[in-house]
């Protein structure tokens, strides 16, 4: 089944305690991308990838790190969590990036709930 | 500075209606819209989408409607079914691709 596979779906962590958010896709995908969820302020994008080794800050990029060294995986990386990045996250994937090649929607995960006291 | 808004945070719409969610933009260099539609602990879902050299596409009960003077979307569901119900988000992204803007939402209930 084709699918973007996050984990884990919910993690409590306290302030300052690194932490890896794994993104995974099976569908050959060139792009990856990262999206924050809040109240109010829809879904913020932290950074992309284009393909591998290729990554770009998105809106959002403060207090995050990612890597893209293989196609299929995505990872976010919180060196030192903050209360202000509990949020709930969501990994997406597409062939390319939108409206490059016409339509190439995205495909999201299902998203992984974080709260950083 | 929120590039593509959504100003209604809620819409309610009797089954059978038409429902019409909206969404503003402020990048006329913007050229590809979409509309990703979210239920509770799921991902957000691709519905439909619009090129900027379009003003009109269809899909089924679903139409996106581009009016790049004015700098709108809309999408038309037409007839709204309770399974519509859900968060629907407009996102716009630039010729080159890569960044994805996404409004703030609009949480559609369609009533039996």
Known sequence: ?117 | DQQVKQNSPSLSVQEGRISILNCDYTNSMFDYFLWYKKYPAEGPTFLISISSIKDKNEDGRFTVFLNKSAKHLSLHIVPSQPGDSAVYFCAASLREGGKLIFGQGTELSVKP
């Open chain 1, 1 to 117: 089944e084709a699918q973007v596979t996050q984990n884990p779906r919910y993690l409590i962590t306290v302030t300052g305690k690194k932490l890896t958010v794994t993104c995974s896709q099976n569908m050959n995908h060139e792009y990856m991308s990262w999206y924050r969820q809040d109240p109010g302020l829809g879904l913020r994008q932290i950074y992309y990838s284009m393909n591998v080794e290729v990554t770009d800050k998105g809106d959002v990029p403060e207090g995050y790190k990612v890597s893209r060294k293989e196609k299929r995986n995505f990872p976010l990386i919180l060196e030192s969590p903050s209360p202000n990045q509990t949020s709930l996250y969501f990994c997406a994937s597409s062939l390319f990036p939108q409206g490059r090649f016409g339509n190439s929607p995205l495909h999201f995960g299902n998203g992984t709930r974080l709260t950083v006291t």
